[in-house]
């Protein structure tokens, strides 16, 4: 079994190389809050920064460090125009809940504008229009019908044939107004804020187990607990799966490169196509008077991915789309998409007033966190805006759900099983060669192991702590990824990413 080649760029998301570490202190005596805020992504800040505003006392904890999960590796676009969402949910949910999801979105998007300048947050915020186009005339009757449903949705929305990439398009829906920016820049001056306002975060506190009641009980891998009224739940895939959303969710990893351009041929917009496996486009204040380009696209199932294949298409369009550019740095991203493509934020399940939950952004984590934080705050203090039962987890239509589930557990099932009884790439250990990674079966038990570049093997349990399917090596990220519910683990098998909450217990080798 063979390394990668080597891939370009520096392997570090922009964001996260543009800004400073973060430092809060770990919790280490139990407190007592009105709302506790599990994760430290957009939506748990947001959400902890919304509830300060409101005069509710906050404490935030995260597993790692604030927005430098998920949330420091998106591509940060601030738009409400998701694809081909509005006519989905005018055809699935009606024309009342697209014009609700409309300005749902539209009011996140001016919420992050207006507390950017209310802060003086310098934070490369651009405001342009958003695009989904196509290239192929295949797909320009849902262009069409996406633009008439965005506009009938109340959005400044319109059918285009002329954009400004610089590539013929046959046609796109173009909407005014969105937003481009920095996210992680934007989000640490909100906990900045947050924090001089009373509210409290706690860094490298994973949060181990919550008891419901009045009030709630959140408990931490060193044992302190926090007490509170309300429990917010927003760790991307949520920890405390009270309501079996492992099985209305569908994980999904995404790659991204980013180039320098002359300023001259900035396409000044947001972009997506959902052809070609996706791709999306964006830019950004670069050095020396230039833009960085970012473009997306290319996404999988976590560990069911040819990732280095799937980077080199990436870099191989974006080159051909914006010739003489060289990559400066890949990232990769991840998301999870609900059975009814609408997000999940709310009460976590039917016998609950006090546990909230925000998942399932669908890869529009960025408007879509910022409209958790109001949205949630709206309901703890009780104002819930008219938009509150569109987004309710508790939701559940097997009309049009039953299919994309089944379609999920079966994909599941298919792994949890077929993984088991599956001979490996390689025969032993002893077949895995420098900088590499496969699953084999030691002792009869199957065994995630990965060969460092001085040849020394790192070996952990192959069964995913969540449910317990067989984690898969992503090559280009040397890492181990479960393809059940999109659990990510390091080689030393702690958790990157849940829903896993426990690391990969280690595995003595021969
Ligand atoms: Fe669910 Fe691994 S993420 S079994």
């Given amino acids: 079994m063979a390394p990668s080649p080597t891939l370009p760029g520096t392997d570090e998301s922009y964001w996260m190389d543009t800004t400073s570490t973060t430092s809060y202190p770990a919790l280490t005596a139990d407190v007592e809050v009105d709302v506790a805020v599990v994760g430290g992504g957009i939506a748990g800040l947001c959400t902890a920064w919304e509830l300060t505003e409101a005069g509710r006392t906050v404490a935030l904890v995260e597993a790692d460090r604030i927005a430098a999960g998920v949330t420091g590796y998106t591509t940060a676009k601030l738009s409400v125009l998701h694809t081909l969402i509005y006519d989905k949910v005018r055809t699935s949910f009606g024309p009342d809940s697209a014009r ?18 209310r802060l003086h947050i310098d934070c490369d915020l651009e405001r342009v229009p958003a695009f989904t186009y196509a290239e192929s005339p295949d797909l320009l009757d849902r262009i069409r019908a996406e633009a008439d449903a965005a506009a ?18 046959a046609g796109a829906v173009r909407v ?45 891998e060193g044992g302190p607990t926090i007490t509170a009224r309300h429990v917010v739940v927003a760790t991307h895939y949520p920890v405390f799966d009270r309501a079996m959303l492992f099985a209305r969710l569908e994980p999904r990893r995404e790659l991204v490169v980013a180039t320098a351009i002359p300023a001259g041929r900035d396409p000044g917009g947001v972009y997506l196509t959902p052809e070609q496996n996706t ?78 939950v925000a998942t399932g ?65 390689v025969d032993s250990i002893d077949d895995i060669e420098p900088g590499t990674g496969a699953v084999v079966r030691v002792r009869g038990r199957q065994c995630a192991a990965y060969r460092d570049d001085t040849g020394e093997i790192h070996a952990v349990s192959a069964r995913c702590t969540h449910l317990g399917c067989i984690v898969h090596f992503n090559d280009a990220e040397t890492a181990w990824e479960c393809p059940c519910h999109g659990s990510r683990f390091a080689i030393d098998g702690t958790v990157i990413q849940g829903p896993a909450n426990r690391p990969l217990q280690p595995r003595d080798t021969p």
């Fill in 100 to 117: 609700l999801y409309a300005e749902s979105q539209q009011r996140a998007v001016q919420r992050v504008v207006a507390v950017a300048a």
């Fill in 152 to 169: 009938d949705a109340g959005l400044a929305a319109s059918f285009v044939t002329e954009t400004g990439l610089p590539f013929p398009v």
């Fill in 176 to 220: 005014e107004d969105q937003a481009q920016f920095h996210p992680r820049k934007y989000l640490l001056a909100l906990a900045d804020d947050l924090t001089r306002h009373g509210g409290q975060i706690f860094e490298r506190t994973r949060a181990t187990g919550l008891t419901e009641g009045d009030p709630c009980t959140v408990t931490t």
């Fill in 279 to 356: 791709r999306s486009v964006r830019t950004a204040p670069y050095r020396d008077g230039q833009r960085l380009l970012i473009v997306t696209g290319e996404h999988f199932t976590p560990g069911a991915g040819n990732v280095t294949e799937q980077w080199q298409n990436l870099v191989e369009w974006t080159q051909q789309r914006f010739p003489g550019t060289e990559i400066a740095y890949r990232w990769a991203t991840q998301d999870n998409t609900t059975t009814d493509q609408v997000p999940f934020i709310g009460r976590f399940h039917l016998g609950t007033d006090r546990v909230y």
């Fill in 361 to 425: 952004f669908g890869g529009w984590g960025m408007s879509t966190g910022v409209l958790s934080g109001q949205l949630i705050t709206a309901c703890i203090t009780g104002a819930e805006p008219p938009w509150a039962g569109l987004y309710d987890p508790r939701r559940l239509n097997l009309a049009r759900e039953a299919g994309p589930m089944m379609k999920l557990q079966a994909m599941a099932a298919a792994h949890f099983v077929g993984d088991r009884v599956r001979p490996s790439r």
